[in-house]
């Protein structure tokens, strides 16, 4: 919003002249994004309670020294949606597709995200998987609508193949079944990450710093072909987004570090995940995602080795999935759990990052 009025004065004033800047709009995105997860939090946190009751919102495939947790409220990711969006709003260039894709991403998963927790509050279970997946993948494949369809000038729906210098897949029509599994398994799998205090939301954090990386090297034609990666036009812009996610991910996880104050929910896990997912989309990215957002691909893969061993052999290799789960009950304090994790998403996403240059 403040692109569009105050960019055309630059003419007039020199002064102006800083809101052209992406590392400028970003830096203040991410500020912004800040102040308003903190001021809105404390009355946010307060709404929940008088809304929820005290009600249930620990998930019952939980070890049993989370039930001390009982009457924390749940459904604070719409602090995180609501900053992202107002904040991407305030400071990117709302006629840029690419932004306008993402921020109907995060709003849509982030609504069926809060349709589900509302049901598992009235009535103690979510959504169906059908009802829920259903509903992800619809929202996806209509979302991309926006992107497939532009001209080859502006958009190709290639998938680029990391460490290989121009190397591209053209998937044509299939690209959008392929988008939307990327999209759409991201969004679940960090809605498993999603556990302790702070676990989920702490990667969010590392993954926005990724791909606002990339997306400012991606959309900008020089660094694009210095590096020997794709050049999608207009896909800089996304940098601003992407400092708003980080924004509102630490001004979250200043209530949500252990003892958290109130929990995300599916209003915020689906949501971060298909944001995620769908910037990688729109990056150019999507093989990247597995390094970037490895932790939340361990985590998922965990749980289907737990369930696929369970049917097989009737056995379970881990003590309890997700695997942050198995290491809490082999003894290790979630603070402990938290922290590593967030260092092993670190040291993946700067891994990924490196990539960019082996070419």
């Known amino acids: 919003m403040l692109y569009l009025f105050l960019v055309p004065l630059a003419k007039d004033h020199i002064l102006f002249n800083v809101f052209r800047y992406l590392t400028f709009r970003s830096f203040m995105a991410l500020i912004t994004a800040v102040v308003i997860s903190l001021v809105v939090g404390p009355w946010l946190i307060q709404k929940l309670r008088v809304m929820q009751h005290g ?27 609501g900053a992202v969006l107002a904040t991407t709003l305030l400071w990117a260039n709302l006629q840029n597709r ?19 927790d509302l049901t598992k509050l009235r009535a103690r279970k979510g959504l169906s998987m059908r009802v829920k997946f259903g509903a992800q993948v619809v929202l996806t494949a209509a979302i991309l609508q926006i992107v497939f369809w532009q001209p080859p000038t502006q958009w190709l729906p290639v998938l680029v193949i990391p460490f290989f210098k121009g190397w ?53 034609f020089r660094a694009a072909d ?45 949501a971060l995940g298909a944001t995620i997912g769908m910037l990688a989309v729109l990056t150019k990215a999507e093989l990247l995602l597995p390094l970037i957002g490895g932790l939340y691909v361990v985590e998922a893969v965990s749980v289907i080795i737990q369930v696929a061993s369970f049917k097989l052999t ?3 290799i881990f003590r309890m999935a997700p695997l942050h789960h198995h290491y809490e009950l082999s003894g290790w304090a979630e603070p402990k759990i938290v922290v590593r994790f967030w260092i092993v998403s670190f040291a993946l996403a700067l891994l990924a990052l490196t990539t960019l240059k082996l070419r």
């Open 314 to 316: 009737g056995r379970r």
């Open 226 to 270: 210095y590096l020997k990666i794709l050049n999608v036009r207009g896909a800089g812009e996304l940098t601003v987004f992407c400092g708003a996610l980080i924004g509102a991910a630490v001004g979250f996880l200043w209530f949500n570090c252990h003892p958290a104050e109130m929990f995300m929910g599916d209003a915020g896990s689906l």
């Open 168 to 220: 591209f897949i053209n998937l044509g029509v299939l690209w959008i079944p392929f988008a939307v599994l990327v999209v759409v398994g991201a969004s679940n799998a960090v809605n498993l990450t999603d556990g302790l205090d702070g676990l989920a939301i702490g990667p969010v954090i590392m993954a926005g710093g990724a791909f606002g990386v990339i997306a400012y090297l991606t959309g900008n």
């Open 55 to 81: 009600g249930e919102t620990i998930r019952e495939d939980t070890p049993e020294r989370h039930r001390g947790k009982q009457g924390t409220p749940t459904m604070g990711g719409v602090l995180i949606v």
């Open 98 to 116: 690419y932004v306008l894709v993402a921020m109907l991403t995060t709003l849509g998963f982030g609504l069926i995200g809060v349709w589900d």
